[in-house]
């Protein structure tokens, strides 16, 4: 796995994990705290100084598998926009040939960010169609068929981009597509934390190896 400090983005289109699950304001749908999205920017910036394009993915809420216009990620966009200092595209979609032929097109500095993840089951990998009354059969075969179908999701979304980049410290724990899965479809040298999951784990190498003892550690 790189580094993201001593990799070179020049040319290259990196997609990244972000976790801009953000409160909005539920009458307007503004976002009231920015942390997470100032969190990512030096990943974003990285890539983007150094003349590469960031292709975004995040989910924001709990749509269940479902496009919901309150979890779309088009709310995050003029907070993103008014951080990073430059114009954001939105794809309104996550898979599709138009999303494709957006992220082919991308040039040198620019940003896409992609529609809420979890609009599709394939995200989770869980049958949400199929409701709370379903029988354990029906769940066993429901998570089935998402799980295959999550195979072309992901490969789908690792085909946007050269290199892939997790900056999502919350949700790396799971094995989600766009977190465990998709990075499978990358070799070593073109896969990486990117600065907010370093910063994470310095520190919590540093309470672990270097702290005076003893010690609790909630997380």
């Known amino acids: 796995m790189s580094k993201i400090e001593a990799f070179n983005f020049s040319g290259k289109k990196a997609i990244v994990r972000v976790d801009f699950n953000v409160p909005l304001n539920k009458q307007t749908f503004e976002v009231t705290d920015e942390t997470?999205?100032?969190?990512?920017?030096?990943?974003?910036?990285?890539?983007?100084?150094?003349?590469?394009?960031?292709?975004?993915?995040?989910?924001?809420?709990?749509?269940?598998?479902?496009?919901?216009?309150?979890?779309?990620?088009?709310?995050?966009?003029?907070?993103?926009?008014?951080?990073?200092?430059?114009?954001?595209?939105?794809?309104?979609?996550?898979?599709?040939?138009?999303?494709?032929?957006?992220?082919?097109?991308?040039?040198?500095?620019?940003?896409?960010?992609?529609?809420?993840l979890r609009f599709y089951e394939e995200e989770e990998g869980k049958p949400y169609h199929l409701g709370e009354n379903a029988t354990d059969e029906e769940k066993k075969a429901g998570k089935a068929k998402v799980k295959e179908s999550q195979k072309t999701f992901v490969k789908t979304l690792a085909s946007y981009a050269d290199v892939y980049v997790n900056d999502a410290f919350g949700t790396a724990h799971r094995a989600h597509a766009s977190t465990a899965l998709i990075a499978d479809h990358f070799d070593a040298n073109n896969k990486m934390f990117g600065f907010l999951i370093n910063n994470e784990l310095n520190a919590m190498d540093k309470v672990i190896k270097a702290a005076d003892k003893p010690f609790t550690a909630i997380m």
């Open 36 to 116: 997470r999205i100032k969190g990512a920017l030096p990943t974003i910036n990285k890539i983007l100084n150094d003349g590469g394009c960031a292709i975004l993915m995040s989910h924001l809420g709990r749509p269940d598998g479902k496009k919901q216009d309150k979890f779309s990620m088009k709310h995050v966009i003029p907070a993103l926009e008014k951080n990073i200092g430059r114009k954001v595209i939105f794809a309104g979609d996550v898979i599709g040939a138009e999303v494709a032929k957006m992220a082919a097109d991308l040039k040198a500095g620019e940003v896409l960010l992609l529609e809420n």
